[in-house]
T-cell receptor, first 114, second 108 residues
Framework: EAQVTQNPRYLITVTGKKLTVTCSQNMNHEYMSWYRQDPGLGLRQIYYSMNVEVTDKGDVPEGYKVSRKEKRNFPLILESPSPNQTSLYFC?????????????FGNGTRLTVT | GQQVMQIPQYQHVQEGEDFTTYCNSSTTLSNIQWYKQRPGGHPVFLIQLVKSGEVKKQKRLTFQFGEAKKNSSLHITATQTTDVGTYFCAEGGNQFYFGTGTSLTVIP
């Protein structure tokens, strides 16, 4: 089944403790992206990747890192999480940049930083 | 920053009433997409509009792209409880922006 898989679904952590949210897609998509969703703010793009070893900042990249060492994986790394990074995170992928093809989203990761 | 403004933020309707959400941009858009997110779910692609003045229909849903390609709307005729969720417009290039969304509640 074609899908975008994120793990974990829920994560509670403390300030400053490094964490990684994994994202994997099995559709051979070139483009991958991370979004965070907060009430009243919609979906805001954190980082995106056009292909392997190519990553770019989105709207809200501060406090986040990503890597794209393989086409299928696009992990989101929080080196030192803070409470303002408490949010719902979505990974998404598309065959081409999203203005040319629709995004496929993972099921989301709800992160709480205390 | 945010490229498209979406209104209203919330809409409560009685089942059977119509619903419309609007997206507006200060700049000309190359195209616009619409997504639906059910409560507790993830956004799911609905449609893409590309041409000026384009109108597309999916059953009870009608999507429009403005003549100047600066605005778009999604209209649902005779809402049903299955229409509940948040509707987002989205646009951009490699960097892709979503509107703030309209949360639709349908009262049975």
């Amino acid at each position: 089944e074609a899908q975008v898989t994120q793990n974990p679904r829920y994560l509670i952590t403390v300030t400053g403790k490094k964490l990684t949210v994994t994202c994997s897609q099995n559709m051979n998509h070139e483009y991958m992206s991370w979004y965070r969703q907060d009430p009243g703010l919609g979906l805001r793009q954190i980082y995106y990747s056009m292909n392997v070893e190519v990553t770019d900042k989105g709207d809200v990249p501060e406090g986040y890192k990503v890597s794209r060492k393989e086409k299928r994986n696009f992990p989101l790394i929080l080196e030192s999480p803070s409470p303002n990074q408490t949010s719902l995170y979505f990974c998404a992928s598309s065959p081409l940049p999203p203005h040319n093809s629709p995004l496929h989203f993972g099921n989301g990761t709800r992160l709480t930083v205390t | 920053g945010q490229q498209v403004m979406q209104i209203p933020q919330y809409q409560h309707v009685q089942e059977g009433e119509d619903f419309t959400t609007y997206c507006n941009s200060s700049t000309t858009l190359s195209n616009i997409q619409w997504y639906k997110q059910r409560p507790g779910g993830h956004p799911v692609f609905l449609i893409q509009l590309v041409k000026s003045g384009e109108v597309k229909k999916q059953k009870r849903l009608t999507f429009q792209f403005g003549e100047a390609k600066k605005n778009s709307s999604l209209h649902i005729t005779a809402t049903q409880t299955t229409d509940v969720g948040t509707y987002f417009c989205a646009e951009g290039g490699n960097q892709f922006y979503f509107g703030t969304g309209t949360s639709l509640t349908v009262i049975p």
